[in-house]
């Protein structure tokens, strides 16, 4: 009998990783904010579990949802443009407190490469990151709870997500003085995410981070000119005067020591 899986934040990439995975005969628990998303996740086969984490609580059954769980994917990113009051470790200790500590659960963690700033450049799984926004802040420090919380973990920080309805160059079309052209894409394609944290599920917990990124790294100026010409767009125009180069992010883990194949070039 294959193991339970709860996901937490069923949203654009947890709610058809759960799809998949009750394809492949998994017990799937996921969470949403919503009722509406809820009843979306019981038709697909999805135990699902009405849930929002606060600063100072967790509405909705929390035991039931994790009761029986043998691996947790948290996938709550943080808003704080939406929420500035909202403190978002605080959000993480409280879940991380919360887990039944007789159940030895291992923890996928969602994460993101804005943990690095543009100005480290060259990227591999062991630079230590060095964030210059407040969200890329807010990640380190809840990664760092998630290594101290006594659980197994394995950190993914995936690159720029795009997927088939969504895709950063419906916002750069046509529009004029865009920042950094010949620095590189760090990006990753909606069937990849799904295959390596598939792949999380599949192995032993690591105890690390791993970077999630396609390995192939065109200039911005290269890849979105080509992607509004291939979607009979208007050309985005950049400002050739910016010679930043920003960073480049490899998954040496992925390739080196699981072999990962990504499937789907951004």
Same mark, same amino acid.
């Given at each position: 009998?294959?193991?339970?899986? @709860?996901?937490?934040?069923?949203? $654009?990439?947890?709610?058809?990783?759960? *799809?998949?995975?009750?394809?492949?005969?998994?017990?799937?628990?996921?969470?949403?904010?919503?009722?509406?998303? /809820?009843?979306?996740?019981?038709?697909?086969?999805?135990?699902?579990?009405?849930?929002?984490?606060?600063?100072?609580? #967790?509405?909705?059954? $929390? !035991?039931?949802?994790?009761?029986?769980?043998?691996?947790?994917?948290?996938?709550? &990113?943080?808003?704080?443009?939406?929420?500035?009051?909202?403190?978002?470790?605080?959000?993480?200790?409280?879940?991380?407190?919360?887990?039944?500590?007789?159940?030895? %659960?291992?923890?996928? $963690?969602?994460?993101?490469?804005?943990?690095?700033?543009?100005?480290?450049?060259?990227?591999?799984?062991?630079?230590? &990151?060095?964030?210059?926004?407040?969200?890329?802040?807010?990640?380190?420090?809840?990664?760092?709870?998630? *290594?101290?919380?006594?659980?197994?973990?394995?950190?993914?920080?995936? @690159?720029?997500?795009?997927?088939?309805?969504?895709?950063? %160059?419906?916002?750069?079309? @046509?529009?004029?003085?865009?920042?950094?052209?010949?620095? &590189?894409?760090?990006?990753?394609?909606?069937?990849? /995410?799904?295959?390596?944290?598939?792949? /999380? #599920?599949?192995?032993?917990? %690591?105890?690390?981070?791993?970077?999630?990124?396609? &390995? !192939?790294?065109?200039?911005?100026?290269?890849?979105?000119?080509?992607?509004?010409?291939?979607?009979?767009?208007?050309?985005? !125009?950049?400002? !050739?005067?910016?010679?930043?180069? @920003?960073? /480049?992010?490899?998954?040496?883990?992925?390739?080196?020591?699981?072999?990962?194949?990504?499937?789907?070039?951004?």
């Amino acid at each position: 009998m294959k193991e339970t899986i @709860g996901i937490l934040g069923c949203g $654009w990439l947890g709610f058809p990783l759960a *799809q998949s995975l009750v394809e492949k005969g998994y017990r799937v628990k996921g969470t949403s904010t919503t009722v509406d998303k /809820c009843v979306q996740l019981t038709a697909h086969g999805i135990d699902a579990f009405h849930i929002a984490i606060n600063e100072n609580d #967790i509405a909705g059954d $929390w !035991e039931s949802f994790v009761n029986g769980l043998d691996q947790l994917l948290i996938n709550i &990113p943080p808003r704080l443009r939406k929420d500035d009051t909202a403190s978002y470790v605080s959000k993480v200790e409280l879940l991380l407190k919360n887990l039944p500590k007789n159940q030895r %659960i291992k923890i996928i $963690w969602v994460s993101s490469t804005s943990v690095f700033s543009d100005l480290q450049e060259t990227i591999t799984d062991q630079t230590v &990151p060095q964030p210059d926004t407040e969200s890329g802040k807010e990640l380190v420090r809840a990664e760092e709870c998630i *290594q101290n919380s006594g659980f197994p973990f394995t950190i993914v920080r995936f @690159g720029g997500l795009i997927g088939k309805d969504r895709h950063p %160059i419906k916002y750069l079309s @046509g529009r004029k003085n865009n920042e950094r052209p010949d620095a &590189p894409v760090n990006l990753i394609e909606l069937y990849d /995410c799904i295959s390596i944290l598939e792949e /999380c #599920i599949h192995r032993e917990a %690591i105890n690390q981070s791993i970077n999630a990124v396609h &390995p !192939e790294h065109p200039s911005r100026k290269a890849y979105y000119v080509d992607a509004a010409q291939s979607r009979n767009l208007p050309l985005p !125009e950049f400002n !050739e005067t910016d010679q930043r180069s @920003g960073k /480049c992010i490899h998954p040496d883990y992925l390739l080196e020591n699981w072999k990962y194949i990504f499937q789907v070039r951004p």
